[in-house]
């Protein structure tokens, strides 16, 4: 299940995770202007389908390999996050902007404050990823005790849904639970490895069954995009919004099971017809982080392309050639030591 201390069932479900980003993101930029502006993607079914759940499995894979970091001090974690996550960030705006001084005329001052806007604000699954990281580092060295520990993330669980919504706020307040839930889960790779059949198949069968049944009631307002997250967000009164923001952390975590446990599938599956497309899906997983990256500045091109209306084999096809150059300009940045750190955060740990 591992090779070179990765595993390989992580990789694999970061790979269809990754796909599932850049397919969304290509529905949403590569079916024209005025599908964009107008907002149709957002009732779309495979649309919706995708962004139930997608950033969900990416949360709850990145809070089980947070679990590595877990006798490590606030500073520690701190700086690794740091050199891993915000400088990449730093770097990939930098570069976003001065592409964009070809067709703008900056003055230094409002280039400047460009830049620490799409700082604070891009990229922010990665911003999502260095704050639960900083949060659960904070309460593993200050409290020590589990039961105390369940407390405070009880309590902060109940802040979420009071606390402002601005600067992308409502975003890491929605990926919290997951990055939580899956640090706390590290026991179920061996649990779903080693778990008997009839028993596997009742747990997907359950599980497919309630995401379905969830699925039928995603809505507009299911959207963290459309809705936010604090109960003081928009028009729709509280206890509504409450019930929305459980809804969608419900359905969320289900869909994440549902596609773990299908992945685990088909990386238990050892025909040697799906061996090479397991490997490039594991390959396309270890680099989802560059991808991600890459794959959304390619959808700001993708956007000005004179296209018109919905058309799902574009969308996959656009979908399958922004990954392939995403993972060839990955390739040419991590030939270069000081490239590879800054853009894609990898750097040799002492």
């Known amino acids: 299940m591992k090779a070179n ?21 290509s529905i949403q930029f590569g ?19 995708i962004y139930s759940f997608h950033m969900p499995l990416f949360m709850l894979v990145s809070g089980f390999l947070f679990y590595k970091y877990r006798n490590e001090s606030i500073s520690e974690v701190f700086i ?4 891993s996550l915000l400088i990449p960030i730093l770097f990939w705006q930098l570069i976003y902007l001065l592409f964009t001084l070809i067709i703008n005329d900056y003055t230094p001052l409002l280039f400047l404050k460009k830049y620490i806007a799409s700082v604070i604000t891009g990229l922010w699954f990665l911003w999502a990823v260095f704050y639960s990281s ?18 405070a993330y009880c309590i902060i669980f109940i802040l979420t849904f009071i606390t402002p919504d601005s600067l992308n706020l ?6 919290l639970p997951y990055f939580i839930i899956g640090y706390y889960c590290q026991n179920t790779i061996t649990f779903i490895k080693n778990i008997n059949l009839l028993t596997y198949i009742l747990i997907t069968t359950i599980s497919t069954s309630t995401f379905l049944f969830l699925l039928h009631y995603f809505n507009y307002d299911s959207y963290i995009y459309t809705s ?3 109960i003081f967000t928009g028009s729709i009164d509280a206890i509504k919004h409450i019930k929305i923001d459980i809804y969608r952390f419900i359905i ?3 869909g994440s099971v549902v596609m773990i446990l299908i992945i685990n599938l088909i990386d238990n599956n050892k025909s040697r017809l799906l061996l090479r497309t397991k490997k490039a899906i594991k390959y396309i997983g270890v680099n989802s982080l560059g991808i991600y990256i890459i794959s959304g500045y390619a959808m700001s091109i993708l956007s000005y392309l004179n296209l018109n209306g919905l058309n799902y084999g574009y969308s996959l096809i656009a979908s399958l ?7 060839v300009i990955i390739q040419v940045i991590k030939t270069n030591v000081w490239t590879k750190y800054l853009l894609l955060g990898i750097y040799k740990k002492k």
Do not use: Q
């Open 5 to 25: 201390n990765r595993i390989d069932l992580l990789d694999l479900i970061k790979g269809f995770a990754i796909f599932l980003v850049v397919f969304g993101h």
């Open 321 to 327: 050639i922004i990954i392939i150059l995403s993972v």
């Open 31 to 49: 079916s024209g202007s005025d599908y964009l502006l107008n907002g149709s993607f957002f009732l779309n079914p495979v649309f919706s389908f």
């Open 170 to 175: 409502s975003l890491y307040k929605y990926m």
């Open 252 to 254: 969320g975590l289900f």
């Open 134 to 151: 900083l949060l659960i580092s904070i309460i593993n060295n200050v409290i020590k005790s589990n039961k105390n520990k369940k407390i």
């Open 80 to 83: 690794s996050k740091s050199k």
């Open 228 to 230: 936010g997250y604090s």
